[in-house]
């Protein structure tokens, strides 16, 4: 059975969503899901805009046909060649054959490392160009790295629609509900689409800046990401996020601290200094095992909080490998702009400590507050004062 919503009078959103799906791109936990968004456009030509993920495109191919009725394909915008998106460009073209696919050459030549046969049918465009296609003018702007090299947004100046690739998208399935005004996103869909931009797109924030640039300068009404809700209010909303998120600047000022243990004792002095930064009047405090925590969750967490405290127990004379794993995460993305604090935990050699501090040195505009904590095996009476004094910094640090 088909199941598609329309956005405009001639414009349809033909995706669909697979909540099966245990790890996005096998890394990534998505326990409510994710959509693979398509589009269709009815103009005196019929224009598709990307295809979806292999799992959803039986319900792809009906949700087609049911928009087309009798009318053929006539082009397909190619703006992302992931295959989550771009699984089933050769089905598309084995049931249209004489479709033509718009694309930019890098994505033209990622078409033939993965195999599909498609020589004669690609128009190629490059940053500016335009087409129209009856009443819909289209201007294709290149988006290099706003995931992938070949990647590019569609620009439609007749009805300012703007198809942002994997720009604005989100985690989680789409319950029926498309539209941003149709969803509490604030209180439902924000983490989930902060844990899809940080893990996914973040690397790349000087790219995301310079997209936001160029889509400063157009009118957009509506924006059709290929993953999550659609866009057509309080756009400005999520741009600001996007933002936030792409010059690496917090959301909020409050503190994250995450622990490695095995025991216990180190948990148990992030609970004393969680306790005292609330007493000291930081109530925006949040706690995170770094052994029960998907990374996904805590980079993006990273992403949201001013200041981060790391405790670490030492582990064979290197640092807690869950913790190495997350701090690694975090210079990969590129993370920058955080203050940290450091706890360091051990029962003959303590360097986690130093070790994190080493790491966290080579990564962009990091503060790291200077009064390190070593415990031995555990915390007592006698290192309640260093505790203090490191929620003492804490706070005036964010003054
Ligand atoms: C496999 C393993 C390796 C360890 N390696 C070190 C080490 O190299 N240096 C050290 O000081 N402690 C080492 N420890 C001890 C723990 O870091 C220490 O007992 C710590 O206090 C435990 O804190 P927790 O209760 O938070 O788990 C190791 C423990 C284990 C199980
Ligand atoms: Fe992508
Ligand atoms: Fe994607």
């Known amino acids: 059975m088909h199941c598609v ?8 959103w033909i995706g669909g969503n697979d ?17 693979y968004n398509s589009y269709l456009l009815l103009d005196e030509k019929t224009v598709l805009f990307d295809t979806v993920d292999w799992a959803i495109c039986r319900q792809f191919l009906e949700n087609i046909k049911a928009v087309l009725g009798d009318r053929t394909l006539d082009y397909m915008v190619i703006n992302h060649m992931e295959p989550d998106h771009a699984a089933c460009i050769e089905e598309i073209i084995l049931r249209y054959p004489n479709i033509k696919i718009i694309c930019t050459e890098k994505a033209s030549l990622f078409m033939h490392q993965f195999g599909f046969s498609i020589d004669d049918k690609v128009i190629k465009v490059k940053d500016g160009d335009s087409m129209s296609f009856g009443k819909h003018n289209l201007v294709f702007v290149t988006a290099p790295m706003v995931h992938w090299p070949e990647v590019m947004v569609t620009y439609d100046t007749t009805n ?21 005004d149709e969803v509490n996103f604030d209180r439902d869909w924000i983490d989930e689409a902060r844990r899809y931009y940080t893990n996914i797109v973040g690397k790349y924030g000087p790219h995301v ?9 157009l009118d957009i009404k509506i924006i059709c990401p290929l993953h999550g809700p659609v866009w057509r209010s309080d756009l400005g909303y999520f741009i600001d996020k996007h933002d936030k998120w792409s010059r690496y600047e917090p959301e909020e000022k409050g503190v994250m601290i995450v622990y490695g243990t095995m025991y216990g004792n ?16 930081m109530k925006n405090v949040v706690m995170y095992d770094v052994s029960k925590t998907h990374v996904s969750y805590l980079i993006a967490e990273t992403f949201k909080y001013s200041h981060v405290v790391l405790a670490s127990v030492t ?7 869950p913790m190495l794993n997350y701090i690694m995460d ?12 450091i706890i360091e935990n051990g029962s003959w050699t303590p360097q986690s400590g130093k070790l994190i501090r080493e790491l966290l040195n ?3 505009e990091m503060t790291i507050l200077d009064n390190d904590i070593t415990l031995t095996s555990s915390m007592k009476v006698e290192d309640c004062d260093s505790m203090d004094s490191m929620a003492d910094s804490i706070i005036e640090s964010m003054k």
């Open 5 to 12: 919503r329309s956005i405009t009078d001639d414009l349809y």
């Open 19 to 35: 909540r099966r799906l245990a790890l996005f791109e096998n890394i990534h936990p998505i326990e409510k899901g994710v959509s």
């Open 160 to 180: 300012g629609v703007l198809f942002s690739a994997d720009a604005f998208g989100s985690f989680g399935a789409l319950d029926g509900k498309l539209f941003n």
């Open 209 to 217: 800046q310079s997209l936001l640039k160029k889509a400063g300068n």
């Open 266 to 281: 180190t948990e148990a002095s992030a609970n004393y200094l969680a306790t005292k930064l609330v007493e000291k009047g």
């Open 315 to 321: 582990y064979n004379l290197k640092i807690y490998p």
């Open 330 to 341: 975090m210079k990969a993305l590129n993370l920058q702009k955080r203050t940290f604090a």
């Open 362 to 364: 080579e990564m962009k």
